[in-house]
């Protein structure tokens, strides 16, 4: 199904994008490409090294809420490879789960430990989109305008308002510490305070870094800013998400060219470019030789394991 689901959204995003971007020639973007200063793909490097170590931070709050101890080593790698493959393949909970169960039962983990370890991530990205998405809808409320007609400044600053009070609840609530759900042979403990609080913390310091290598790989010349590229980012980076789009292919760049009229949509592409080479091509590239390693590791352990 995920095949179809995302091959339906590339080709529908593919033609949006065609309309809006006709006229357009791969000279132009090369020479926005060129047009990028050194300093400017240094600080792009740097922020996607940012976003991959905070990816990181994901699998050890969740491993903390879980009570299970793994080596950070362990750890950092079986993140870096899991997004990476996740995020160009698409279908991340299904792609990325293939990855942390075959990493993570090496280490004793269960299949339902691995399970709650997803969901907990899974959660933890959300939470940091929503708790930057609350913060941009008050800072830049006029944001909404860039995709059509917005909600009045008022109900974008409201919203805003109301998802932190949102999230301000979530984390008042684990300082009261509740008692633990129990549904049928699972049991559902509400987050410690050190859990909760990590998650205010790595959530949006992911997204931060991803959205820094497309705002450094962007002009000064109608660059709306730091906060509004955020914004845009947050929004086609959980549209790509939604689609299970291989890579978002469409999703990122439709959304981003929609969302940045008053720049030269070969600068808003160049930008792209650089995102995915440095977020997606170059890990994904990377995770291929680790998984290569760790499988011919394991396989290795199982035949010295032979009687």
């Known amino acids: 199904m995920w095949p179809v689901v995302g091959g339906a959204t590339i080709a529908v995003c593919g033609w949006l994008l065609y309309k809006e971007l006709r006229g357009l020639s791969l000279d132009d973007v090369w020479d926005s490409l060129t047009a990028i200063s050194p300093t400017h793909w240094v600080l792009a490097g740097l922020s996607t090294l940012v976003a991959y170590a905070a990816l990181a931070g994901y699998d050890r709050i969740a491993l903390m809420h879980l009570g299970r101890s793994v080596n950070l080593w362990f750890i950092t790698v079986t993140s870096f490879t899991t997004y990476a493959l996740s995020h160009n393949i698409g279908a991340s909970v299904i792609s990325g789960g293939v990855v942390r169960y075959r990493a993570y039962s090496s280490k004793g983990l269960s299949g339902r430990e691995i399970g709650g370890l997803i969901a907990i991530c899974s959660f933890t990205f959300a939470l940091g989109t929503l708790l930057l998405a ?15 007609e917005g909600f009045p400044l008022s109900v974008s600053s409201a919203t805003g308002y109301g998802i932190l009070v949102l999230i301000g609840i979530y984390v008042a609530v684990s300082f009261l510490r509740p008692r633990p759900i129990t549904i049928g042979s ?20 992911e997204l931060i870094g991803a959205a820094g290598i497309i705002y450094f790989a962007l002009p000064e010349a109608g660059n709306p800013g730091f906060i509004v590229v955020l914004g845009i980012f947050l929004a086609s980076f959980s549209a790509a998400l939604i689609s299970h789009a291989p890579g978002g292919l469409g999703v990122l760049e439709l959304v981003f060219v929609m969302g940045l009229p008053d720049m030269d949509p070969a600068d808003v592409i160049a930008a792209l470019l650089v995102f995915r080479l440095f977020y997606l091509l170059i890990p994904f590239a990377m995770a291929l030789g680790v998984i290569f390693v760790f499988e011919r590791t394991q396989f290795r352990a199982g035949r010295s394991a032979e009687p």
């Open 134 to 148: 609350g913060v941009v809808l008050i800072l830049k409320p006029h944001i909404t305008d860039r995709f059509g």
């Open 186 to 205: 699972t049991q559902l403990t509400y987050p410690s305070p050190k859990v909760v609080l990590s998650q205010m913390v790595i959530g949006p310091v």
